[in-house]
């Protein structure tokens, strides 16, 4: 399927590693060229590299922590011009109302959420003018989700998600697509961490968390790919009629609902 994204101008926030390197190359497959964000230069570089030498697209990094005062506007600012914004920096963390005390709760928040919403009211005034661009937000199926376990994380979603409804519902008019995507539990270093944490909770040894996957859809978690390229048909003119929503990529783990 030809996507029309040649030449397109992507940037990428938290794209040194996981789904935001897995999103940088599902663009420049496509002949994208890269703006690629995070806080590792070592690791953008790489990036760069890669995506540089097998599919021959630019890719520009800046390496910046998005949580530090005055680096959104810098992103912004490097990102001047793009096509494509996708937001995806940003790490919340688990644990309960007592577990996460108020300042972990703020930086989680000021990094994912906050990140998300002042970047986008950054950039979206020069798509509004250009009279084109998406937003792309990957927020995550916490959001639909409640979990008292990750109370930070479940809000802090949940807001992402009414925030990209908000803004998408009416953003059509000035030729902008905002939309949200939420992952379920996705094949990353992350996840093995959070599950490895958990088996040793429940289980009483982390080797043992992939027994944990069996509760999954097929046994697994998505694999990075399967994100990617889903953030890609979507940022294309074969989606052009989608804004204002959100699209849950979790094998069904949200549906599993009962009355029984």
Known sequence: ???????????????????????????????????IVARSAEKLLAVAERVKAEYGVRADILAIDMALPGAVPQVAEFGDGIDILVNNAGSIPGGNLWDVDESQWRAGWELKVFGYINLTRMLYPMMKARGSGVILNNIGNGGENFDFNYIAGTTGNAALMAFTRALGGQSLADGVRVIGVNPGPVDTDRINKVLKGRAERVLGDASRFTELLEAYPLGRAATVEEIAELFVFLASSKSAYTSGTIVTVDGGITSRRSIG
């Not at 030449?7 to 002949?31: D, M, N, P, W, Y």
């Open 1 to 35: 399927m030809e996507l029309n994204l040649k030449g397109k101008r992507v940037l990428i926030t938290g794209a040194s590693q996981g789904i935001g390197e897995g999103l940088a190359l599902a663009f420049a497959r496509e002949g994208c060229d890269l703006r």
